[in-house]
């Protein structure tokens, strides 16, 4: 059991600035770390590298965090999305004691603030009526991490963490109180939780829980301690040799970019014969963020696509696109480039004349 201290902010802010470019996989321009420090856990995290102790020894309890929030929230633009994910889960033991997520989501639903929980715990069912209600006001998501269906391998993975099957459930029971929910397949370890047959286990079981969307991103080895803490993972989970991921990262904190192509091309396969979405579907967030992050959502999410099937001019196009838009630079004939052109143009409220500025 890790050690609370029970702490104020001071001057600390709550909230990230605002993003340069938005997330595409969780549709924020804000992040939210409501507690330091996290009792999960779990080895391959990266929060570890910004912990001079370890990352489950001690959790920090921000008991002004709500004032801090609701003050900062003063200079946030209602269509603005905040996603509860940064460096620790929102919903660990300590929530159960101090409640200072459920405070903060009360903040958000207060000023009707769109909002993205991510989680592994499926102690945020105590607050299914509280998203229910931000949902409806505005936009509440619940995405939930997952990297194996295997509950064996999770245990060795990440065992303090609820089962997988118990988080399915979770994202089951909120979508039927019509809360909308994802999952994050996040990271995928290579040798590990890259197999087909383990990656083909996973989807299906997103898709029999009904699932509004999937995304997926790859482990990260940012440092060298950091590596070190991968390698043990390795030996312990299987007989992988510390050398099996030399070629993969090349001493780089990223998986080579062909690895990530091929198996990118395979998941999005198998996700689209499964009819599950590889990123939150434009009807969940249609009409509740502000025009512009809608529309550099839409462009962002087409790119993905089109970088994974091999339209890498048109993907590098959409990327800059959403960028500028997201920034207030709204071009109407570079727009007209993008097939989305209709779509965009709808969502901004663009009339028939070119225009360019905010």
Same mark, same amino acid.
């Given at each position: 059991m890790a050690y609370y201290i029970r702490d104020t902010l001071g001057a600390t802010p709550v909230l990230s600035a =605002?993003?340069?470019? #938005? $997330?595409?996989?969780f549709l924020s321009c804000y992040t939210l770390s409501?507690?330091?420090?996290?009792?999960? +856990?779990?080895?391959y995290c990266d929060s570890w590298i910004f912990q001079d102790r370890p990352l489950n020894e001690y959790v920090r309890v921000p008991l002004d965090l709500p004032q801090h929030l609701a003050a900062e929230l003063e200079q946030v633009e209602r269509g603005d999305l905040v996603a509860i994910t940064a460096l620790s889960d929102p919903y660990q033991p300590a929530e159960q004691t101090y409640r200072i997520t459920r405070q903060a989501l009360q903040v958000l639903a207060d000023r009707r603030q769109p909002c993205l929980v991510l989680t592994k715990s499926v102690a945020v069912l105590e607050d299914k009526a509280l998203l229910q209600r931000m949902n409806e006001q505005s936009l509440a998501v619940v995405m939930m991490t997952l990297v194996t269906?295997?509950?064996?391998?999770?245990?060795?993975?990440?065992?303090k963490a609820?089962?997988?099957? /118990?988080?399915?459930?979770?994202?089951?029971?909120?979508?039927? &109180? @019509?809360?909308?929910?994802?999952?994050?397949?996040?990271? #995928?370890?290579?040798?590990?939780?890259?197999?087909?047959?383990?990656l083909r286990a996973l989807l299906r079981a997103c898709a029999e829980a009904g699932v509004d969307f999937v995304v997926w991103?790859?482990?990260? #080895?940012? $440092?060298?301690?950091? =590596?070190?803490?991968?390698n043990e993972i390795l030996a312990r989970v299987g007989t992988f040799p510390a050398s099996y991921y030399r070629d993969l990262y090349q001493g780089q904190p990223v998986v080579n970019p062909l690895y990530r192509q091929e198996l990118d091309a395979e998941i999005l396969t198998r996700c689209d014969?499964?009819?599950?979405?590889? =990123?939150?579907p434009h009807r969940l967030f249609a009409g509740r963020?502000?025009?512009? $992050?809608?529309?550099?959502? /839409?462009?962002?999410?087409?790119?993905?696509?089109?970088?994974?099937?091999?339209?890498t001019l048109m993907a590098d196009t959409q990327r800059t696109l959403a960028d500028q838009v997201y920034g207030g630079q709204i071009d109407q004939a570079a727009l007209r480039e993008t097939p989305l052109y209709p779509q965009?143009?709808?969502? /901004? +409220?663009? @009339?028939? &004349?070119?225009?360019s500025g905010g």
């Open positions: =605002r993003r340069p470019t #938005i $997330n595409e996989f409501v507690y330091t420090g996290c009792e999960f +856990g779990c080895p269906a295997d509950p064996h391998l999770s245990e060795r993975l990440e065992g609820p089962p997988p099957a /118990l988080r399915l459930e979770a994202l089951g029971e909120l979508k039927r &109180a @019509g809360v909308p929910v994802g999952v994050a397949l996040v990271p #995928i370890m290579p040798y590990v939780t890259d197999r087909q047959t383990a991103d790859y482990l990260h #080895i940012p $440092n060298e301690r950091h =590596r070190v803490r991968v014969g499964l009819g599950l979405e590889v =990123r939150a963020l502000s025009a512009r $992050n809608e529309a550099a959502l /839409l462009l962002k999410h087409a790119a993905f696509r089109d970088r994974v099937q091999g339209r965009l143009r709808e969502v /901004l +409220g663009l @009339g028939g &004349a070119d225009r």
